[in-house]
C-alpha cells in the first residue's frame, strides 16, 4: 500500500498544527489536574482507517508483552528505529515528530525546545486485549539514548465501533492518584496529548472487555526537553521509572528511582 506522498502530508501536517494550535475549532485543552489536549477527527479519516488496517495482530510475536496483573497487561511493539515502524503509521509518526508539529505542542503546553525520541524508547504500537489494563501511574522521567527529560505523551486511538462497555477509557487522576476525576473514550482518530510528570496520574485501571476482533489499539508517542522538569512537578529528582499507585508509588521493582546510562 502507497505511503502519503511528501506534498499530501504536509499539508495534513499543517492541518493537524492548525488544530493543536487552536487555529480550528476541534480540540479543547484542559489545565486541571494537569495540562491535556483532546481533539477528535485528528488525522483525515482515510490515513487513520490506513493506520488501523495496518496495524500488527497480537499474534504475530513482534511484541513485548506486560503481565503485571494488578498493574500493567498489555503489548507494545518493539521498535528500535523508524525502520521498524509498519507502512502508513509511519507517515502519522514522521508527522507527530515534524518540526511544525512539535512547535505546535510546545506552543500549547507552555514547552519550549520539545524533541522526538528516534530511538522509541518505550513509544511505539500499544495494544490492550480483553483483561487488559493499566493501574494508575505517572511515567518515567528520564530518556536514556539521549539523557533527556521526558516531558509529553501524545496519543492516537484507532479504535472504531468502540462500546462504554467495552470500557479502557483514559482515566486522570488527581495529583495523588486516588481518584479518578475524568475519563476520556478511545475514541477511534482521537488524539490526546498531555503533560507527564510526577503529579499526572493516568491509566485504566479496570480489566477491559474489547471484543477479541477489536483490541484496544493506539500509538503513543514521548517528547523530551534537555531543561528539566519543573520543581513543582517533581516528587523524585532522580531518573525514575513509571510510579505505580498500587506499589505505593514505586516501579515494579519496589524503587523510588533507578540505574540509567
Not at 523530551?224 to 516501579?251: F, N
Amino acid at each position: 500500500m502507497a505511503g502519503v506522498s511528501q506534498t499530501n502530508l504536509k499539508i495534513i501536517a499543517q492541518d493537524c498544527v492548525d488544530k493543536i494550535s487552536g487555529e480550528k475549532a476541534e480540540g479543547e485543552f484542559f489545565n486541571e489536574p494537569f495540562k491535556h489536549l483532546v481533539i477528535d477527527n485528528f488525522l483525515p479519516a482515510e490515513l487513520a482507517d490506513q493506520c488501523l488496517d495496518s496495524f500488527p495482530s497480537v499474534a504475530d510475536g513482534e511484541w513485548d508483552q506486560s503481565n503485571d496483573e494488578d498493574i500493567e497487561v498489555k503489548y507494545r511493539s518493539r521498535w528500535q528505529s523508524e525502520f521498524d515502524i509498519p507502512e502508513n503509521i509511519v507517515d502519522v509518526v514522521r508527522l507527530m515528530n515534524s518540526a511544525p508539529f512539535l512547535r505546535a505542542m510546545g506552543e500549547k503546553f507552555g514547552i519550549p525546545k520539545i524533541v522526538p525520541d528516534p530511538y522509541f524508547a518505550g513509544g511505539g504500537l500499544n495494544v490492550s486485549v480483553k483483561g487488559g489494563l493499566l493501574g494508575a501511574h505517572v511515567d518515567g522521567n528520564y530518556h536514556d539514548p539521549t539523557g533527556l527529560n521526558r516531558r509529553l505523551n501524545a496519543l492516537i486511538y484507532l479504535n472504531p465501533e468502540w462500546k462504554p462497555e467495552w470500557g479502557g477509557a483514559f482515566g486522570i487522576y488527581d495529583s495523588e492518584g486516588q481518584e479518578c476525576v475524568k475519563k476520556i473514550a478511545p475514541l477511534h482518530n482521537r488524539l490526546i496529548i498531555f503533560d507527564t510528570h510526577d503529579y499526572s496520574f493516568h491509566g485504566f485501571p479496570e480489566a477491559i472487555n474489547f471484543p477479541d476482533e477489536h483490541p484496544r489499539r493506539s500509538i503513543i508517542l514521548y517528547y523530551y526537553t534537555k531543561a528539566a522538569r519543573p520543581e513543582s512537578q517533581t516528587i523524585v529528582d532522580k531518573p525514575h521509572s513509571a510510579l505505580w499507585v498500587k506499589r505505593g508509588l514505586k516501579d515494579k521493582r519496589g524503587n523510588t528511582s533507578r540505574q540509567f546510562t
